[in-house]
């Protein structure tokens, strides 16, 4: 995989050739064993990797860590993520670093998850951030399988530009949707489309204030609504809260039908990851995975 720096009107002698591109495909399966969950089989082709860290095993989850040997994606890249923790099994996945999606030539950067949860099974999905350059061009699928006793948390941060560079998400654009199934029937769909002018959109008050963090946080469990009140708590949400919200972040959390959503916006990256941290207690998450203190 190639990241080239090229111009935003590049002619077609200039794109990279498609056998170039890279194709990622990664299944990684985990198997309840004993009062314990066990790596069932992994499958893994082009730059996409899946690692089980030693340190990654407390208690009776696995813990597993996600890498792209190719650094990042550029434009006509696509990665493939499934997983499918099979029924009692507890699998947390993370990535071994926040995922970079380059400045792209015209092609499209294609991301596809797949997350199977099966009877009494819990999936943790809980990536780092995905980071978008400037002209970069992604479309993301999102789709989830649960089955009615088990608990799927999926935890999305997105940084629009690189903040620590003082770059900005311009233009380019984005399309992220969501789909997610309990027994077979869907409860949960969301979209997110930027593009045109991305610069003016984000600036608008009630879009995002030109902040460049925000993530998406999704609880399918039994329990789900019993913790609405702890999260919004650990934020800072509510009139009686004496302290509100940190300075640089707002926040939003609401529960139905055995599911809470939390929408979090920051000024920048960071924000969001302190906001993160803050709430995965609340979300029935003990400790935070250990690659994300590296």
Same mark, same amino acid.
């Given at each position: 995989m190639?990241? +080239? ?8 002698r ?5 056998? /170039?591109r ?12 004993g ?24 208690? =009776?989850?696995?813990?597993? #860590? ?25 699998l #947390?996945?993370?990535?071994?670093? =926040? ?10 950067? !294609? ?14 999905? *809980? ?19 649960v =089955? ?7 935890i999305?941060?997105?940084v629009?530009g ?5 770059? +900005?998400? &311009? ?8 789909? #997610? ?23 608008r008050?009630? #879009? ?5 963090? /925000?993530?998406?946080?999704? /609880? ?9 009140e !702890? ?9 009686? *809260? ?17 599911? /809470?959503?939390v929408?979090?916006?920051? &000024? ?19 400790? =935070?995975?250990?690659?994300?203190h590296?």
């Amino acid at each position: 995989m190639y990241a +080239t720096e090229l111009p935003s009107d590049a002619s077609p002698r200039s794109t990279i050739p498609v056998e /170039l591109r890279a194709k990622g495909r990664l299944f990684v399966e985990a198997l309840a064993a004993g009062g314990r969950t066990v790596r069932g089989a992994v499958e893994e082709a082009g730059p996409s990797r899946v690692r089980f860290p030693l340190s990654g095993r407390r208690g =009776a989850a696995l813990e597993g #860590v996600l890498l792209n040997t190719g650094g990042g994606f550029a434009g006509g890249d696509s990665s493939h993520v499934s997983a499918h923790a099979r029924d009692g099994a507890h699998l #947390v996945l993370t990535t071994q670093a =926040a995922e970079k999606i380059y400045r792209s030539d015209g092609a499209l950067t !294609r991301l596809n998850v797949e997350l199977k949860v099966g009877k009494g099974a819990c999936l943790d999905w *809980m990536p780092q951030a995905t980071i978008l350059f400037d002209r970069a061009r992604v479309e993301r699928s999102i789709t989830a399988e649960v =089955a009615g006793s088990g608990r799927l948390l999926m935890i999305e941060p997105l940084v629009l530009g690189r903040t620590a560079s003082g770059e +900005t998400l &311009r233009a380019g654009s984005l399309f992220d949707g969501w789909r #997610v199934r309990r027994d077979g029937r869907l409860i949960y769909a969301d979209g997110l489309d930027l593009s045109g002018d991305i610069s003016a959109a984000l600036g608008r008050r009630a #879009v995002a204030r030109n902040w460049a963090g /925000l993530a998406t946080i999704l /609880l399918i469990a039994p329990e789900a609504e019993s913790r609405l009140e !702890r999260v919004r708590a650990a934020l800072g949400i509510g009139e009686e *809260m004496a302290d509100g919200l940190p300075e640089g972040l707002e926040a939003g959390a609401s529960a139905w039908n055995g599911m /809470l959503s939390v929408r979090l916006l920051a &000024r920048d990256g960071a924000g969001i990851e302190r906001a993160i941290r803050r709430i995965i207690p609340e979300l029935g998450v003990t400790e =935070a995975p250990r690659i994300w203190h590296s």
